[in-house]
Protein backbone atom coordinates (compact mmCIF):
# COMPACT_ATOMS: atom_id res chain seq x y z
CA UNK A 1 0.00 0.00 0.00
CA UNK A 2 0.87 3.43 -0.70
CA UNK A 3 1.57 5.74 2.24
CA UNK A 4 0.61 8.91 1.09
CA UNK A 5 1.30 12.70 2.91
CA UNK A 6 -1.70 14.97 3.78
CA UNK A 7 -1.49 18.65 4.42
CA UNK A 8 -3.74 21.40 5.31
CA UNK A 9 -2.19 25.14 3.91
CA UNK A 10 -3.86 27.93 5.65
CA UNK A 11 -7.45 26.12 6.16
CA UNK A 12 -10.34 28.35 6.55
CA UNK A 13 -13.93 27.79 7.84
CA UNK A 14 -16.90 29.46 9.00
CA UNK A 15 -20.62 28.72 9.67
CA UNK A 16 -21.63 32.56 9.27
CA UNK A 17 -20.24 34.10 11.33
CA UNK A 18 -18.60 31.70 13.36
CA UNK A 19 -15.19 31.19 12.62
CA UNK A 20 -14.96 27.12 13.07
CA UNK A 21 -11.14 26.53 11.69
CA UNK A 22 -8.31 29.20 11.99
CA UNK A 23 -5.85 29.26 9.41
CA UNK A 24 -5.45 25.66 10.06
CA UNK A 25 -1.59 24.49 8.51
CA UNK A 26 -0.57 20.69 9.48
CA UNK A 27 1.76 18.21 7.68
CA UNK A 28 0.92 14.98 8.21
CA UNK A 29 3.43 12.37 7.42
CA UNK A 30 2.86 9.22 4.73
CA UNK A 31 2.22 6.40 7.44
CA UNK A 32 1.49 8.30 10.35
CA UNK A 33 -1.17 7.40 13.05
CA UNK A 34 -1.66 11.20 13.96
CA UNK A 35 -4.01 12.22 16.46
CA UNK A 36 -6.04 15.49 16.68
CA UNK A 37 -6.42 16.16 19.95
CA UNK A 38 -8.56 19.52 21.89
CA UNK A 39 -11.47 20.14 24.16
CA UNK A 40 -15.35 19.77 22.88
CA UNK A 41 -16.25 22.45 20.42
CA UNK A 42 -12.46 23.06 19.12
CA UNK A 43 -13.27 21.95 15.94
CA UNK A 44 -11.49 18.07 15.52
CA UNK A 45 -14.31 16.92 14.27
CA UNK A 46 -15.16 19.56 11.70
CA UNK A 47 -11.14 19.40 10.07
CA UNK A 48 -11.64 15.98 10.06
CA UNK A 49 -14.97 15.77 7.97
CA UNK A 50 -13.14 18.62 5.92
CA UNK A 51 -10.09 16.22 4.80
CA UNK A 52 -12.79 13.45 4.11
CA UNK A 53 -14.77 15.97 2.16
CA UNK A 54 -18.15 16.02 4.05
CA UNK A 55 -16.69 19.77 5.15
CA UNK A 56 -15.91 22.87 2.73
CA UNK A 57 -13.40 25.18 3.41
CA UNK A 58 -13.40 28.80 2.15
CA UNK A 59 -9.96 29.30 1.91
CA UNK A 60 -7.13 27.51 1.86
CA UNK A 61 -5.83 24.34 0.03
CA UNK A 62 -5.97 20.24 1.02
CA UNK A 63 -3.56 18.23 -0.56
CA UNK A 64 -3.76 14.73 -0.45
CA UNK A 65 -0.59 12.72 -2.03
CA UNK A 66 0.20 16.09 -2.88
CA UNK A 67 -2.69 16.76 -5.04
CA UNK A 68 -5.15 19.92 -4.43
CA UNK A 69 -8.11 17.92 -2.99
CA UNK A 70 -10.26 20.77 -1.87
CA UNK A 71 -12.82 20.56 -4.48
CA UNK A 72 -13.49 16.62 -4.68
CA UNK A 73 -16.09 14.59 -3.39
CA UNK A 74 -15.90 12.02 -0.98
CA UNK A 75 -15.78 9.35 -2.88
CA UNK A 76 -13.16 11.13 -5.39
CA UNK A 77 -10.31 11.73 -2.55
CA UNK A 78 -9.41 7.71 -1.84
CA UNK A 79 -10.08 8.03 2.11
CA UNK A 80 -11.96 6.22 4.40
CA UNK A 81 -13.92 7.15 7.64
CA UNK A 82 -15.27 5.88 10.26
CA UNK A 83 -17.56 7.39 12.23
CA UNK A 84 -17.99 7.55 16.22
CA UNK A 85 -21.67 5.83 15.96
CA UNK A 86 -20.20 3.32 13.63
CA UNK A 87 -22.80 3.77 11.31
CA UNK A 88 -23.49 0.14 10.62
CA UNK A 89 -26.53 -0.73 8.57
CA UNK A 90 -28.66 -2.56 11.29
CA UNK A 91 -31.02 -4.74 8.93
CA UNK A 92 -27.48 -6.44 6.96
CA UNK A 93 -25.49 -9.00 8.25
CA UNK A 94 -21.40 -8.17 8.80
CA UNK A 95 -20.61 -9.87 5.60
CA UNK A 96 -23.00 -7.15 3.80
CA UNK A 97 -22.17 -4.15 5.75
CA UNK A 98 -18.64 -4.72 4.82
CA UNK A 99 -19.34 -5.58 1.30
CA UNK A 100 -21.70 -2.19 0.99
CA UNK A 101 -18.65 0.12 -0.30
CA UNK A 102 -17.46 -2.63 -3.10
CA UNK A 103 -21.30 -3.75 -4.64
CA UNK A 104 -21.44 -0.03 -4.63
CA UNK A 105 -18.62 0.36 -6.56
CA UNK A 106 -19.99 -2.54 -9.00
CA UNK A 107 -16.66 -4.62 -8.24
CA UNK A 108 -16.88 -7.90 -10.09
CA UNK A 109 -18.40 -10.69 -7.41
CA UNK A 110 -15.42 -12.75 -6.87
CA UNK A 111 -13.86 -9.49 -5.73
CA UNK A 112 -16.09 -9.02 -3.46
CA UNK A 113 -15.51 -11.84 -2.03
CA UNK A 114 -12.13 -12.15 -1.61
CA UNK A 115 -11.56 -8.75 -0.24
CA UNK A 116 -14.79 -9.14 2.30
CA UNK A 117 -13.16 -12.19 3.33
CA UNK A 118 -9.49 -10.54 3.83
CA UNK A 119 -11.34 -7.31 5.75
CA UNK A 120 -13.26 -9.75 8.01
CA UNK A 121 -10.11 -11.72 8.73
CA UNK A 122 -8.14 -8.69 9.45
CA UNK A 123 -10.69 -7.33 12.12
CA UNK A 124 -10.86 -10.86 13.79
CA UNK A 125 -14.58 -11.04 12.84
CA UNK A 126 -14.80 -13.93 10.17
CA UNK A 127 -17.02 -16.47 12.20
CA UNK A 128 -19.55 -13.38 12.59
CA UNK A 129 -20.09 -12.75 9.07
CA UNK A 130 -23.91 -13.81 8.68
CA UNK A 131 -24.50 -12.07 12.31
CA UNK A 132 -26.64 -8.64 12.74
CA UNK A 133 -24.90 -5.63 13.88
CA UNK A 134 -27.41 -5.68 17.08
CA UNK A 135 -26.00 -9.36 17.31
CA UNK A 136 -22.38 -7.98 18.04
CA UNK A 137 -20.56 -6.40 21.14
CA UNK A 138 -19.63 -2.21 21.02
CA UNK A 139 -15.88 -3.88 20.11
CA UNK A 140 -16.92 -5.99 17.45
CA UNK A 141 -19.21 -3.61 15.72
CA UNK A 142 -16.51 -1.47 16.05
CA UNK A 143 -14.45 -3.59 14.14
CA UNK A 144 -17.02 -3.98 11.32
CA UNK A 145 -17.04 -0.32 11.22
CA UNK A 146 -13.28 -0.51 10.30
CA UNK A 147 -13.38 -3.57 8.18
CA UNK A 148 -15.88 -2.05 5.78
CA UNK A 149 -13.36 1.36 5.93
CA UNK A 150 -10.91 -0.57 4.87
CA UNK A 151 -12.29 -2.90 2.42
CA UNK A 152 -12.67 0.09 -0.14
CA UNK A 153 -8.43 0.27 0.41
CA UNK A 154 -8.16 3.72 1.38
CA UNK A 155 -5.25 5.68 1.44
CA UNK A 156 -6.44 7.96 4.04
CA UNK A 157 -8.14 6.41 7.17
CA UNK A 158 -9.86 8.74 9.03
CA UNK A 159 -11.44 7.86 12.34
CA UNK A 160 -13.41 9.95 14.44
CA UNK A 161 -13.82 8.99 18.58
CA UNK A 162 -13.11 5.68 17.25
CA UNK A 163 -13.06 4.57 20.64
CA UNK A 164 -15.23 6.13 22.50
CA UNK A 165 -18.41 4.21 23.02
CA UNK A 166 -16.12 1.52 24.48
CA UNK A 167 -15.71 0.51 28.16
CA UNK A 168 -11.98 1.88 29.53
CA UNK A 169 -10.95 -2.19 29.63
CA UNK A 170 -12.33 -2.76 25.95
CA UNK A 171 -10.98 1.22 25.29
CA UNK A 172 -7.44 0.07 26.33
CA UNK A 173 -7.74 -3.62 24.52
CA UNK A 174 -9.19 -1.87 20.93
CA UNK A 175 -6.63 0.99 20.85
CA UNK A 176 -3.79 -1.52 20.77
CA UNK A 177 -5.35 -3.30 18.15
CA UNK A 178 -6.06 -0.86 16.23
CA UNK A 179 -2.43 0.74 16.58
CA UNK A 180 -1.35 -3.09 15.59
CA UNK A 181 -3.41 -2.93 12.42
CA UNK A 182 -2.78 0.54 11.62
CA UNK A 183 0.99 -0.49 11.86
CA UNK A 184 1.15 -3.76 9.72
CA UNK A 185 -1.27 -1.60 7.34
CA UNK A 186 1.01 1.27 7.35
CA UNK A 187 -1.91 3.36 6.18
CA UNK A 188 -1.68 7.06 6.91
CA UNK A 189 -4.50 7.57 9.51
CA UNK A 190 -5.61 10.59 11.42
CA UNK A 191 -7.89 10.32 14.62
CA UNK A 192 -9.25 12.23 16.75
CA UNK A 193 -10.04 12.08 20.27
CA UNK A 194 -10.61 14.74 23.35
CA UNK A 195 -8.77 11.80 25.63
CA UNK A 196 -5.32 12.99 25.81
CA UNK A 197 -4.54 9.17 27.42
CA UNK A 198 -5.62 7.64 24.29
CA UNK A 199 -3.61 10.32 22.08
CA UNK A 200 -0.51 10.07 23.95
CA UNK A 201 -0.30 6.33 24.18
CA UNK A 202 -0.84 5.49 20.37
CA UNK A 203 0.57 8.54 18.02
CA UNK A 204 3.03 9.08 16.60
CA UNK A 205 2.47 13.26 16.84
CA UNK A 206 -0.53 14.62 17.63
CA UNK A 207 -2.12 18.43 16.78
CA UNK A 208 -3.70 20.16 19.79
CA UNK A 209 -6.58 22.52 18.99
CA UNK A 210 -8.25 24.88 20.95
CA UNK A 211 -11.16 27.71 19.75
CA UNK A 212 -10.35 26.10 15.68
CA UNK A 213 -6.63 26.68 16.21
CA UNK A 214 -3.59 24.41 15.62
CA UNK A 215 -1.88 25.31 19.67
CA UNK A 216 0.87 23.13 18.74
CA UNK A 217 2.15 19.73 16.85
CA UNK A 218 4.83 17.37 17.83
CA UNK A 219 5.39 14.00 19.24
CA UNK A 220 3.28 13.15 22.46
CA UNK A 221 6.26 13.06 24.75
CA UNK A 222 7.62 16.93 23.29
CA UNK A 223 4.48 18.33 23.97
CA UNK A 224 4.50 17.09 27.31
CA UNK A 225 8.08 18.04 27.80
CA UNK A 226 8.26 21.25 26.30
CA UNK A 227 4.60 22.83 25.87
CA UNK A 228 4.37 25.83 24.10
CA UNK A 229 1.69 27.73 26.17
CA UNK A 230 -0.67 27.13 29.06
CA UNK A 231 -3.41 25.45 27.45
CA UNK A 232 -1.15 22.56 25.84
CA UNK A 233 0.71 21.87 29.37
CA UNK A 234 -2.50 21.96 31.01
CA UNK A 235 -4.61 19.63 28.05
CA UNK A 236 -1.41 16.77 27.82
CA UNK A 237 -1.31 16.08 31.46
CA UNK A 238 -1.78 17.92 34.75
CA UNK A 239 0.15 20.91 35.03
CA UNK A 240 0.54 23.52 38.14
CA UNK A 241 0.46 27.15 36.84
CA UNK A 242 2.09 29.42 39.72
CA UNK A 243 1.57 33.05 38.72
CA UNK A 244 3.96 35.14 40.15
CA UNK A 245 4.89 39.14 39.48
CA UNK A 246 8.48 40.11 38.42
CA UNK A 247 10.17 41.53 41.56
CA UNK A 248 13.59 41.21 39.60
CA UNK A 249 15.66 39.65 37.07
CA UNK A 250 19.16 39.55 36.64
CA UNK A 251 20.54 36.69 34.10
CA UNK A 252 19.78 33.55 35.58
CA UNK A 253 18.34 34.66 38.89
CA UNK A 254 14.58 35.65 38.92
CA UNK A 255 12.66 36.72 41.75
CA UNK A 256 8.87 36.52 41.74
CA UNK A 257 6.16 37.87 44.04
CA UNK A 258 3.48 35.61 44.74
CA UNK A 259 0.36 36.66 45.91
CA UNK A 260 0.00 35.60 50.17
CA UNK A 261 3.49 33.98 49.72
CA UNK A 262 6.04 36.29 49.21
CA UNK A 263 9.35 36.65 46.99
CA UNK A 264 10.59 33.59 45.57
CA UNK A 265 13.86 33.60 43.72
CA UNK A 266 14.51 30.74 40.99
CA UNK A 267 17.75 29.90 39.27
CA UNK A 268 16.20 30.85 35.80
CA UNK A 269 15.88 33.54 32.82
CA UNK A 270 12.80 35.40 31.85
CA UNK A 271 12.69 38.18 29.30
CA UNK A 272 9.39 39.51 30.91
CA UNK A 273 9.95 43.01 32.42
CA UNK A 274 9.83 43.89 35.49
CA UNK A 275 6.11 43.44 37.09
CA UNK A 276 4.83 41.56 34.50
CA UNK A 277 2.98 39.04 35.56
CA UNK A 278 4.22 35.44 34.49
CA UNK A 279 3.56 31.67 35.29
CA UNK A 280 5.84 29.07 36.43
CA UNK A 281 4.45 25.56 35.47
CA UNK A 282 5.57 22.12 36.65
CA UNK A 283 4.27 18.88 36.80
CA UNK A 284 2.51 17.78 39.58
CA UNK A 285 4.94 14.30 39.92
CA UNK A 286 8.22 17.21 39.61
CA UNK A 287 7.33 18.07 42.90
CA UNK A 288 8.42 17.08 46.11
CA UNK A 289 6.69 17.31 49.37
CA UNK A 290 7.85 17.57 53.17
CA UNK A 291 6.33 18.43 56.08
CA UNK A 292 6.86 22.55 57.09
CA UNK A 293 9.96 21.75 59.91
CA UNK A 294 11.98 19.31 57.36
CA UNK A 295 15.21 20.22 56.24
CA UNK A 296 15.25 21.49 52.56
CA UNK A 297 17.26 20.67 49.92
CA UNK A 298 19.03 23.23 48.46
CA UNK A 299 18.50 22.35 44.84
CA UNK A 300 14.51 22.92 45.04
CA UNK A 301 12.94 26.14 45.18
CA UNK A 302 10.83 25.63 48.63
CA UNK A 303 7.25 27.29 48.88
CA UNK A 304 4.82 26.71 52.16
CA UNK A 305 1.38 25.33 51.72
CA UNK A 306 -1.32 23.83 53.22
CA UNK A 307 -3.25 20.41 52.61
CA UNK A 308 -6.54 20.95 51.24
CA UNK A 309 -7.18 17.46 50.10
CA UNK A 310 -5.50 14.37 49.14
CA UNK A 311 -6.33 11.63 46.96
CA UNK A 312 -5.04 8.00 46.93
CA UNK A 313 -4.61 6.53 43.42
CA UNK A 314 -2.37 3.90 44.23
CA UNK A 315 1.03 3.99 43.12
CA UNK A 316 1.02 7.44 44.73
CA UNK A 317 -0.98 10.10 46.57
CA UNK A 318 -2.30 13.38 44.63
CA UNK A 319 -2.23 16.26 47.44
CA UNK A 320 -4.13 19.53 46.85
CA UNK A 321 -1.72 22.07 48.44
CA UNK A 322 -3.03 25.74 48.93
CA UNK A 323 0.09 28.38 48.36
CA UNK A 324 -0.85 31.80 48.64
CA UNK A 325 -4.02 32.03 47.56
CA UNK A 326 -3.37 29.73 44.35
CA UNK A 327 -3.65 25.70 44.23
CA UNK A 328 -1.04 23.34 43.53
CA UNK A 329 -1.27 19.67 42.87
CA UNK A 330 2.21 17.12 44.11
CA UNK A 331 2.24 13.78 43.76
CA UNK A 332 3.98 11.47 46.42
CA UNK A 333 4.97 8.07 45.81
CA UNK A 334 3.39 5.55 47.74
CA UNK A 335 5.01 2.88 50.00
CA UNK A 336 4.74 1.37 53.05
CA UNK A 337 5.79 2.89 56.05
CA UNK A 338 6.31 6.48 54.07
CA UNK A 339 5.28 9.35 55.48
CA UNK A 340 1.67 10.74 54.63
CA UNK A 341 0.37 13.91 54.48
CA UNK A 342 -3.00 15.02 56.79
CA UNK A 343 -5.68 17.67 55.19
CA UNK A 344 -4.91 21.23 56.80
CA UNK A 345 -1.20 20.09 57.96
CA UNK A 346 1.63 22.47 57.01
CA UNK A 347 4.24 21.26 54.32
CA UNK A 348 6.85 22.83 51.89
CA UNK A 349 6.59 21.97 48.70
CA UNK A 350 9.52 21.83 46.73
CA UNK A 351 10.20 22.96 43.09
CA UNK A 352 13.06 21.40 40.92
CA UNK A 353 14.25 24.08 38.84
CA UNK A 354 15.29 22.21 35.54
CA UNK A 355 11.64 21.33 35.77
CA UNK A 356 9.99 24.39 35.48
CA UNK A 357 9.06 26.15 32.08
CA UNK A 358 8.04 29.91 31.95
CA UNK A 359 5.02 31.28 30.14
CA UNK A 360 4.68 35.04 29.86
CA UNK A 361 1.13 36.39 30.92
N1 LIG B 1 -23.11 22.75 10.95
C1 LIG B 1 -22.70 23.64 11.86
N2 LIG B 1 -23.23 24.88 11.92
C2 LIG B 1 -22.80 25.79 12.82
N3 LIG B 1 -21.82 25.55 13.72
C3 LIG B 1 -21.25 24.35 13.72
C4 LIG B 1 -21.66 23.32 12.81
N4 LIG B 1 -20.91 22.23 13.04
C5 LIG B 1 -20.08 22.54 14.06
N5 LIG B 1 -20.29 23.81 14.47
C6 LIG B 1 -19.55 24.51 15.53
O1 LIG B 1 -18.18 24.41 15.25
C7 LIG B 1 -17.40 24.27 16.43
C8 LIG B 1 -16.50 23.07 16.30
O2 LIG B 1 -17.28 21.88 16.28
P1 LIG B 1 -16.64 20.43 16.17
O3 LIG B 1 -17.75 19.43 16.16
O4 LIG B 1 -15.68 20.39 15.04
O5 LIG B 1 -15.84 20.36 17.52
P2 LIG B 1 -15.13 19.11 18.18
O6 LIG B 1 -13.80 19.60 18.64
O7 LIG B 1 -15.14 17.95 17.28
O8 LIG B 1 -16.06 18.86 19.44
P3 LIG B 1 -16.64 17.48 20.05
O9 LIG B 1 -15.50 16.83 20.74
O10 LIG B 1 -17.67 18.00 21.03
O11 LIG B 1 -17.23 16.71 18.93
C9 LIG B 1 -18.40 24.18 17.57
O12 LIG B 1 -18.45 25.42 18.20
C10 LIG B 1 -19.71 23.85 16.89
O13 LIG B 1 -20.79 24.38 17.61
New binding site residues.
Partial sequence: MKKVPVQCRNIRLS?GE?E?LKDVNLDIEPGEFFALL?P????????LRLIAGFNRHQQGQLLIDGQDVSAKAPWERNVGMVFQSYALWPHLSVWDNVAFGLVERKAPKQVIKEKVGAALELVSLSQYAERRPSQLSGGQQQRVALARTLVIEPQVLLLDEPLSNLDKTLRVQMRQELLAMQRRLGLTTIF?T?DQEEAMTTADRMAV?DK?GVQQVGAPATLYDYPVNPFVANFVGTMNLLSGKVRSRRGDKLTLDVDGVGELAFPLHTDAPESDTIQVSFRPHSLRVEVADAAQDARYVWVPGTVEASEFLGEFTRYRVQVGKQSLSVDHPHHVGLSKFPVGGAVNLGIEPSQVRLFGA
Fill in positions: YTVGSGSGKSTLVHLG
